[in-house]
T-cell receptor, first 110, second 117 residues
């Protein structure tokens, strides 16, 4: 089966940089995704890494090391609206199923 | 593009009744649709995977006779919670994917909050 580990909570101040790590164990790995979810809402897609390296999208960057079964999401210039839960998820299997981590609650303080 | 809708957005029902939730891909044909359940402060748990015109594949521990999934067309999948009980109260979210819009990404609907009294 699949398993993912990520920190349960992270707190940072506005303007800071925060990194959320994710380690995983899976078979049939295709890639690692990151999703943001605000309270009461559906998850929104942030990034997807299939190959090793860093992907940058605006203030958010995501990194993957397949050999280490490890990735991270980097959020820069934090804003209050970034307070949310962040989930890493592995894509695996013939149906490209997503298995989600338990989520990291990010709190951004003024 | 790649918009997924769900209906209803919330529903309250009495114990023992059945509830149907619709998931539609609005601007693309979804090869595969997925149904998730999320309890408060927890992660999304995959319930089942469905492909158009074929039977859904349920995850271990999910009762196929209780959670009926129909994927009759490339733009519509339905989840029916039969004989709902209070423990079925949860946030149900569908997602859709297709090779035409990038096979590696799932597009999520806004979710349906089910409360069973």
């Amino acid at each position: 089966g699949q398993s993912l580990e990520q920190p349960s909570e992270v707190t940072a101040v506005e303007g800071a940089i925060v990194q959320i790590n994710c380690t995983y164990q899976t078979s049939g790995f295709y890639g690692l995704s990151w999703y943001q979810q605000h309270d009461g809402g559906a998850p929104t897609f942030l990034s997807y890494n299939a190959l090793d390296g860093l992907e940058e999208t605006g203030r958010f960057s995501s990194f993957l090391s397949r050999s280490d079964s490890y990735g991270y999401l980097l959020l820069q210039e934090l804003q209050m609206k970034d307070s949310a839960s962040y989930f890493c998820a592995v894509t695996s299997g013939s149906a490209r199923q997503l298995t989600f981590g338990s989520g990291t609650q990010l709190t951004v303080l003024p | 593009g790649a918009v997924v809708s769900q209906h209803p957005s919330w529903v309250i029902c009495k114990s023992g009744t059945s509830v149907k939730i619709e998931c539609r891909s609005l601007d693309f044909q979804a090869t595969t649709m997925f149904w998730y359940r999320q309890f408060p402060k927890q992660s999304l748990m995959l319930m089942a995977t469905s492909n158009e015109g074929s039977k859904a594949t349920y995850e271990q521990g999910v009762e196929k006779d209780k959670f009926l999934i129909n994927h009759a067309s490339l733009t519509l999948s339905t989840l029916t919670v039969t004989s709902a009980h209070p423990e079925d109260s949860s946030f149900y979210i569908c997602s859709a994917s297709a090779t035409s819009v990038g096979y590696n990404e799932q597009f999520f609907g806004p979710g349906t909050r089910l409360t069973v009294l």
